[in-house]
């Protein structure tokens, strides 16, 4: 017999997975890292079991939760070996310097506040949809701190970044595009579609942002320092980018051309960058494979094995219905609207999941609109994204208080992709 969602069993299971959901929202206010909490969400497994194994002898009882658990096993492997081995590659070009060399070369072009701001965030769109959010928030959060002198200027190209890396959801850079490729619900050419949306929503919001803040910062003196020290790129740098950059490339080709799988198809091109760095190793240019594993951010793949087991068994025990319920009677184009302003305060990965499980009867452009809502919608606060909190990180005085400034940029974004997706997919039908 299926569990009702408000048995005691299907209650008790949405407690423990709403208290895990409350402190992962709080997770900067009481300084408990995310994952801790996710991992929690996983005792809701044994709690089904627990049931099933009360509820008598026959043993066909358990095969929708043996089932579940498969299922949920095939999704994580996916999504984990992917994420780690995206990861592998950033942090070994990281090691190289790659991107700090890519930030110090903007600065010596001799760019004013106004080309850094748009230099900076370009690079964050642009990157972000390969080497993550969270990464292009880091190094050009960091490279703007550097030559920031004024913490105004500095809030402002920060707010630039954090808007343009979440627009990287037109490929499988971003996890909630990844998540939705994974899930098999569109495919990655339909992806690739949203890059005029997306894009142009940060366009939109950037432009907003020099045309109605800067000017009242730049007004008042210089506001960056090009003089800050420079460390350069280290041996093999440029080759391994490229090789990185073949690696990835290949990977897509593997996927579109012969349905390799493409974390399968990520793997493989991870194997030949090893391979690389051993002939560099030969050559007397040392890059160590050990030391950058380790740096593989393991907490971030453990918060997400929590969510995605917890949001399992929420489905299992048919909560996640309600959320399909609500897309066979509202407006898909409404739904996908509202997850996405809730993406700004709970965290984006859960809701794909949530929207994924669900299993909402939707064509493939209102999934692509998903991807994009959900992905985009964290900017809308700080604390919504994996880019504002490592932002938060980076420079402290930018609080979730300084973020709701740019409110009116930020929102631009979000209805400019919107809007911009409308025309594509419902006017010229793209």
């Known amino acids: 017999m299926p569990i009702e969602p408000f048995s005691s069993v299907g209650l008790l299971v949405l407690a423990i997975f709403a208290v895990g959901i409350l402190l992962i929202i709080l997770e900067v206010q009481i300084g408990m890292d995310k994952f801790k909490p996710a991992l929690l969400m996983m005792s809701t497994v044994a709690v089904i079991g627990i049931y099933y194994f ?11 939760f043996h089932l579940m658990q498969a299922e949920t096993k095939e999704s994580l492997f996916a999504l984990i070996a992917f994420m780690a081995f995206m990861w592998m590659i950033v942090e070994i070009l990281n090691e190289r310097n790659v991107f700090g060399a890519l930030s110090e070369f903007l600065m010596d072009r001799g760019l004013g506040p106004r080309g850094l701001f748009w230099a900076t965030g370009a690079l964050a769109a642009l990157l972000s949809p390969f080497i993550s959010s969270i990464t292009t928030a880091m190094v050009f959060g960091r490279a703007v701190c550097g030559f920031s002198r004024d913490t105004r200027y500095t809030h402002l190209a920060l707010c630039n970044i954090i808007v343009a890396s979440n627009s990287g959801v037109w490929f499988i850079g971003t996890s909630t595009s990844l998540m939705v490729i994974l899930a098999g619900k569109i495919d990655i050419p339909s992806l690739l579609a949203l890059l005029p949306a997306s894009i142009g929503g940060w366009l939109l919001s950037a432009w907003v ?17 090009t003089h800050a020290p420079r460390e350069g790129m280290k041996p093999g740098g440029a080759e391994l980018a490229f090789v990185c950059a073949l690696a990835i490339g290949g990977a897509v080709i593997l996927n579109l051309k012969l349905q390799v799988d493409i974390e399968f198809a990520l793997g493989s091109g991870l194997g030949f960058v090893a391979l690389y760095i051993w002939w560099l190793k030969r050559k007397g240019i040392d890059v160590s494979l050990d030391v950058q594993l380790q740096k593989v951010e393991w907490s971030t793949l453990m918060y997400y094995i929590g969510i995605i087991t917890g949001m399992a068994a929420l489905n299992h025990v048919g909560w996640l219905s309600y959320i399909a319920w609500l897309y066979e009677h509202e407006s898909p184009y409404l739904v996908n609207i509202l997850l996405g302003l809730v993406s700004s305060i709970i965290d984006n990965n859960l809701l794909e999941a949530a929207a994924i499980m669900s299993n909402p ?9 998903n991807a994009m809502m959900v992905g985009i919608g964290g900017s809308l606060t700080v604390v919504g994204s994996a880019a504002g909190v490592m932002a938060m990180s980076i420079e402290k005085t930018y609080t979730f208080g300084v973020h709701l400034r740019f409110l009116p940029a930020v929102l631009v974004n979000f209805f400019g992709a919107l809007g911009i997706w409308y025309v594509q997919f419902e006017w010229l039908r793209a």
């Open 361 to 369: 009867p939707m064509n493939t452009d209102q999934w692509v609109l």
């Open 209 to 225: 942002l020099q045309t109605f803040y800067m000017g009242r910062v730049l007004r008042d003196g210089p506001v960056i320092d």
């Open 54 to 64: 009360l509820t008598g002898e026959d043993p066909d009882r358990m095969k929708g």
